[in-house]
């Protein structure tokens, strides 16, 4: 595979799991607030939100 073809699929790859993580750890914090169990769904949806970042900073390599 050609570098700009993986840097193109990590790039959008990386900014699906930021948005989806950015996303899922606003519900979670709603979830806090509304008194629901919050915790874990909020501890992965950090841990998806900064795979994302890690994807996006790493696909500059192949640019």
């Given at each position: 595979m050609k570098n700009k073809s993986k840097w193109i699929l990590q790039a959008s790859f990386g900014l699906i799991l930021t948005g989806s993580g950015l996303s899922m750890a606003i519900d979670a914090g709603i979830?806090?607030?509304?008194?629901?169990d919050w915790f874990y769904y909020g501890t992965g949806a950090l841990l998806i939100f900064q795979a994302g970042l890690c994807?996006?900073?790493?696909?500059?390599k192949y640019r």
């Open positions: 979830t806090k607030f509304q008194g629901g994807l996006v900073i790493d696909a500059a």
